[in-house]
């Protein structure tokens, strides 16, 4: 009788175990091992620093990886391109060329995936470059510092597009010259104030930069750079990197607003190929359905490849309204498993970001000679 009751908890609780495990099933997770890689001090005649980011699918569906994009063409990815299975480990590199590139430096790789959680992450690399110093006639040519912003690069992440928002930085004079500055040309969505006509040898001083999100064109990540000129001998020019990631700004709303608020429902969100031979052209359609309340309004829907066209004859649908985005792929230069993916940004506030991701299988084509023998 014992023995009976224990076999019967045990598949009690057996069949809870595997109904929780059923509840947490869900799709595609990405982990990293870590997000973040020091390089410390590397010599400039490496010509690449190289780091290999490890993840793990976490998830119970197969996980692919759609696009990664750096904060700089210094910067150039790599990443596994096949599909990873659940509990298999897949990689993201990242190689920072260092050739002229002397100082510290800190960028970011943003990694796209089908991941249910974490669709996007932000992995950084960063690290020192040092140059080796030139001897003349076996004397050693002194270091006599350099004019730099620490930090280098200024982040806003996130933007909000209602918002201005501010950060600060330092101007540091780190060479025995006396430095002036010329004058800079700001892009009029950017302000930076404290910036000194002068800065004398050692001398610091903090600055304020305001990025204006209200008037910023497009959405996610961004960045660019301030050129700053100077007559100081070590550090004639010297930049400032501004990287934001601008997103829609919703309140938070209860059950009726959420009611009456634009809703968009796409009757597929993944399109695969199959097989083809490299440099077939293929289409299909996508339909989007606005089954909200409300306007239904499309800030981007953006190819993120030019190997991608799209064709679609709105950005705004009435409730109820739908409209057909018809999609050609162009597959020339392609080959192996092809992942492509469109960028598409509305006014949803329950799904405002989304990808909808392509894929396709194309075998290299092999050419055979008539004439050859």
């Not at 009757?267 to 409300?294: A, C, P, W, Y």
């Not at 981007?300 to 799209?310: A, D, G, H, K, V």
């Amino acid at each position: 009788m014992r023995f009976l009751i224990i076999v019967i908890a045990f598949c009690f609780f057996g069949g809870i175990s595997a109904q929780v495990k059923d509840k947490t099933s869900h799709g595609a997770e990405i982990q990293f091992l870590k997000t973040t890689h020091d390089f410390g001090v590397v010599n400039e005649d490496i010509n690449f620093a190289i780091h290999q980011f490890r993840f793990v699918n976490t998830g119970d569906r197969k996980l692919h990886i759609t696009n990664v994009a750096t904060s700089c063409g210094c910067t150039t990815p790599d990443w596994t391109k096949d599909s990873i299975n659940p509990g298999d480990t897949g990689f993201v590199q990242a190689k920072y060329e260092t050739t002229n590139r002397i100082g510290t430096f800190s960028k970011s790789i943003t990694v796209y995936s089908n991941a249910v959680t974490s669709p996007f992450v932000q992995l950084n690399i960063i690290g020192d470059v040092h140059r080796e110093k030139p001897q003349v006639n076996g004397i050693e040519i002194p270091d006599y510092g350099k004019v730099y912003f620490e930090p280098a690069t200024i982040d806003f992440r996130p933007l909000f597009d209602n918002k201005v928002d501010t950060q600060f930085a330092r101007l540091v004079n780190g060479t025995p010259f006396t430095t002036t500055f010329a004058d800079v040309k700001i892009p009029e969505n950017l302000t930076i104030i404290g910036l000194p006509k002068s800065l004398e040898p050692g001398e610091t001083v903090q600055i304020m930069v305001i990025l204006n999100g209200k008037i910023i064109k497009g959405y996610g990540f961004g960045a660019f750079q301030v050129p700053v000129s100077c007559d100081n001998p070590v550090s004639p020019d010297i930049g400032l990197f501004v990287a934001y990631q601008r997103r829609q700004f919703f309140p938070k709303m209860n059950s009726k607003q959420l009611a009456k608020a634009p809703k968009a429902k796409w009757d597929k969100e993944f399109h695969n190929f199959g097989n083809h031979l490299t440099g077939e052209l293929m289409s299909t359609d996508f339909v989007v359905s606005n089954v909200g309340k409300s306007d239904l309004i499309f800030h981007e829907i953006f190819p993120e490849c030019s190997c991608l066209t799209l064709k679609y004859p709105k950005n705004i649908l009435k409730p109820g309204e739908s409209m057909t985005i018809q999609l050609t792929y162009d597959s020339i230069a392609k080959k192996g498993t092809s992942n492509q993916s469109v960028w598409i940004v509305c006014n949803d506030p329950t799904r405002d970001e989304m990808r909808i991701s392509i894929r396709a299988q194309l075998p290299e084509k092999e050419y055979h000679c008539p004439t050859c023998k």
